[in-house]
């Protein structure tokens, strides 16, 4: 399995971790954990992103609310207001690192917030 870095990543008053694999110059592959006591990037996809080092560049955040990233206090209220905050936040990474495309994986909560990433930025 091929080493996974760790970084945290600050869009303005937001931070979390992002965990990445492989050439940054491979396709993009953006994999979103679920939610559920404990959930983060690393426990829901740390094999397969080391796995797929060599195909891909993984990127595994911690959405925010999740693991090390930022509990926004006051937090959202409800869950369109966490998933709007979730997907805004995500494409500010994505223009951040400069990526116009990636392959979404998402299960359960990340496949919610891929189907609010794919209406918001097509």
């Given at each position: 399995?091929?080493?996974?870095?760790?970084?945290?990543?600050?869009?303005?008053?937001?931070?979390?971790?992002?965990?990445?694999?492989?050439?940054?110059?491979?396709?993009?592959?953006?994999?979103?954990?679920?939610?559920?006591?404990?959930?983060?990037?690393?426990?829901?996809?740390?094999?397969?992103?080391?796995?797929?080092?060599?195909?891909?560049?993984?990127?595994?955040?911690?959405?925010?609310?999740?693991?090390?990233?930022?509990?926004?206090?006051?937090?959202?209220?409800?869950?369109?207001?966490?998933?709007?905050?979730?997907?805004?936040?995500?494409?500010?990474?994505?223009?951040t690192l400069g990526l116009e495309r990636v392959h979404l994986?998402?299960?359960?909560?990340?496949?919610?917030?891929?189907?609010?990433?794919?209406?918001?930025?097509?």
């Open positions: 399995m091929t080493a996974i870095a760790t970084r945290d990543v600050q869009l303005g008053d937001l931070h979390f971790p992002l965990s990445e694999s492989g050439n940054a110059r491979s396709e993009a592959v953006l994999w979103l954990h679920g939610s559920g006591p404990g959930a983060t990037a690393l426990s829901n996809r740390e094999g397969v992103i080391g796995d797929l080092a060599g195909d891909f560049h993984n990127l595994a955040p911690d959405v925010i609310g999740f693991g090390d990233s930022s509990h926004p206090d006051p937090a959202p209220q409800g869950m369109l207001a966490f998933t709007k905050l979730w997907v805004e936040t995500l494409l500010r990474l994505l223009d994986v998402g299960n359960s909560m990340g496949g919610m917030i891929s189907l609010g990433l794919v209406s918001q930025a097509p």
